[in-house]
């Protein structure tokens, strides 16, 4: 075997210092030898544990004095790196198995993929929709959440936005990935840059994959590599409210970004029907938990 292709990780988290110890404890316990560094970078209000510090004194934090968003958290890995690949993870995830020096491997022979994001799992092994289409029109009525995809939950608009579940393992060229995990290639970001920080949280990584796409990069699905058990854990009311906010917000600014209809009528639509998904989500969220 020849040397291993190197691979930072980067995490940006926001106050689950307990999901990112997990998160970091899988990492250092699966991918041996390691074959990056990893930064940290801490988005939240409180300063990261020293506990967890101590107990991962390779890891490189880094704590912003406010919450700067996901996107610009991702751009402060960005520069701080100098590998040819850079693994971005969610600080809610699980390494089963190594993936991440096999996957810039494969990226290293497979010289037009920017972008390769491996199988993605609950942790009851179900696989999430992690490979994904481009939003249209269509999404913001028939997206993964909405109430007409629970109606008609196998209708061919849903399902062109849900891409993970094709048979087979091999490599599937599609619009996006998740940005739970994902591997980026270097050269691909110095060309087109990094993550859009007008995206506080939610949807960079489309807008991200859309830029590297429409530069002639491919972005590629792997399910023959993982899987990442991405676990969603439960939050507060004002947490959820937030996230759903932002994830709203995000989304219609996503529609405008690239919107070429005639007076953006598509965006006014898909709009309005993120607001509509927006309000009949909202008595769910202010409900307790349970």
């Not at 995809?149 to 891409?163: D, E, G, M, Q, Y």
Request: glycine letters at 10%; a positive charge.
């Amino acid at each position: 075997m020849g040397n291993p292709v190197s691979c930072d990780v980067g995490i940006v988290n926001y106050g689950n210092f307990q999901g990112l110890g997990r998160c970091l404890e899988s990492l250092f316990s699966v991918e041996t030898p390691l074959p990056g560094r990893v930064f940290v970078v801490e988005n939240g209000p409180n300063d990261i544990p020293a506990e967890l510090s101590a107990r991962f004194p390779s890891v490189r934090f880094h704590k912003n004095r406010q919450n700067l968003g996901f996107a610009r958290g991702c751009n402060q890995i960005i520069e701080g790196s100098r590998a040819p690949f850079i693994c971005f993870l969610n600080p809610d995830t699980i390494l089963e198995r190594p993936f991440i020096a096999r996957g810039a491997k494969w990226l290293l022979d497979h010289r037009d993929v920017a972008v390769l994001g491996p199988k993605i799992i609950d942790p009851d092994g179900r696989v999430q929709g992690s490979a994904r289409g481009f939003p249209t029109l269509a999404t913001a009525f028939f997206g993964r959440t909405s109430i007409l995809t629970r109606l008609f939950p196998h209708n061919s608009l849903a399902r062109r936005n849900i891409k993970t579940l094709a048979a087979g393992d091999g490599p599937q060229e599609v619009d996006w990935v998740s940005g739970a995990c994902m591997i980026v290639r270097r050269q691909a970001i110095d060309e087109v840059g990094g993550l859009d920080e007008g995206f506080f949280m939610y949807w960079e990584d489309c807008d991200w994959c859309t830029r590297f796409r429409q530069r002639g990069w491919k972005v590629v699905y792997h399910p023959g590599i993982g899987p990442v058990i991405h676990e969603a854990g439960s939050c507060s009311k004002n947490v959820r409210l937030r996230s759903l906010y932002w994830f709203h917000k995000s989304a219609a600014r996503l529609y405008l970004k690239y919107d070429t209809s005639p007076l953006r009528l598509g965006s006014a639509l898909a709009i309005g029907g993120s607001l509509l998904r927006f309000l009949l989500f909202l008595p769910k969220t202010l409900l307790p938990s349970r």
